[in-house]
């Protein structure tokens, strides 16, 4: 189950990439290069089909306008 996670970047040169994930039973840290790449993979797929400022803008003004309708 996938909930809300942040992938620290820490500019110490070394330093290891970790997510820290927040789930229904608490909050883990995943150190392992597998794990740290999944979490990776899945924000760049979101950030990828995520629609720009212009597109959001637009689909928040049509919504508030079907609203009021």
């Known amino acids: 189950m996938f909930g809300p996670y942040v992938v620290p970047g820490f500019p110490e040169e070394g330093a290891l990439d970790v997510v820290l994930a927040d789930n229904p039973s608490g909050s883990m840290w995943l150190e392992r290069e597998a794990d740290v ?17 212009a597109e959001s803008r637009a689909v928040i003004h049509r919504r508030a306008e079907e609203h009021q309708a």
């Open 37 to 53: 790449s999944r979490y990776q993979d899945l924000f760049d797929a979101a950030r990828t089909s995520a629609l720009s400022p």
